[in-house]
């Protein structure tokens, strides 16, 4: 079982930058595929980020490809989100997702490629 737990978001205007951490429990933080989502009110919740657990391998949806930058630190059981130049379309509710064993090239992109969600992490981008 992987608790994960998302911070950093908030309020930015367009062209700022937030940093999301996503803090996870359990002693095998290092063979989880993690991934970031987001759900903007009224949209399905869409695929962001991703980086694998053996490679570091990363992949990132178009939309905040060169914008967005995932990474992780397995001895801080830790996911960040580093989000540059910020658009009002970012505004949505982030979550972190984790993936035991799974390798980028096998999986969808989707929601249901991960077994454990964290809560979210509101972020509002201002025009």
């Known amino acids: 079982q992987v608790q994960l737990v998302e911070s950093g978001g908030g309020l930015v205007q367009a062209g700022g930058s937030l940093r999301l951490s996503c803090a996870a429990s359990?002693?095998?933080?290092?063979?989880?595929?993690m991934g970031w989502f987001r759900q903007a009110p009224g949209k399905e919740r869409e695929f962001v980020a991703a980086?694998?657990?053996?490679?570091?391998?990363?992949h990132y949806a178009d939309s905040v490809k060169g914008r967005f930058t995932i990474s992780r630190d397995n001895a801080k059981n830790t996911v960040y989100l580093q989000m540059n130049s910020l658009r009002p379309e970012d505004t949505a509710v982030y979550y972190c997702?984790?993936?035991?064993?799974?390798?980028?090239?096998?999986?969808?992109?989707?929601?249901?490629?991960?077994?454990?969600w964290g809560q979210g992490t509101q972020v509002t981008v201002s025009s």
């Open positions: 997702a984790a993936a035991f064993g799974r390798l980028i090239s096998t999986m969808t992109m989707r929601y249901d490629d991960y077994d454990y």
């Open positions: 359990g002693r095998v933080f290092s063979r989880y595929t």
């Open positions: 980086i694998e657990w053996n490679s570091g391998s990363t």
